[in-house]
């Protein structure tokens, strides 16, 4: 069974900066297309990055320069770091993977189709 974990949210000032975690059981990272994607309470749901089987990485506009995905295929683990923290960035992050099976596909971002997903990590930024 596949299953997919968020950690390293919490409360921090503009300007700081969070590592975003998420290892997985059940499947290989490195076969997969990853993201992450945010939620603020009221608001739809919005795809921030993805990372491809071939490490290939795409970002929202919104995050550019900012966020940075990655892979720790030692330990089958998926990663946002984010640095230069704004309120604007205030959500709960959820990571997903393109995992294929008969799980319904509940967003798409950068060619991926995402229908696995962990319940998320809040992330406060205060100015």
């Known amino acids: 069974q596949v299953r997919l974990e968020e950690s390293g949210g919490g409360s921090v000032q503009a300007g700081g900066s969070l590592k975003l975690s998420c290892p997985a059981s059940g499947a290989t990272y490195s076969r997969f297309c990853m993201g992450w994607f945010r939620q603020i309470p009221g608001k739809e749901r919005e795809g921030v990055a993805r990372?491809?089987?071939?490490?290939?990485?795409e970002y929202a506009d919104s995050v550019k320069g900012r966020f940075t995905i990655s892979k720790d295929y030692a330990n089958n683990t998926l990663h946002l770091e984010i640095s230069n923290l704004k309120p604007e960035d205030t959500a709960v992050y959820y990571c997903a993977a393109e995992f294929g099976g008969p799980a319904k596909v509940q967003a798409s971002l950068f060619g991926c189709s995402f229908n696995y997903w962990g319940r998320g990590t809040q992330v406060t930024v205060s100015s």
């Open positions: 990372i491809e089987s071939n490490g290939s990485a």
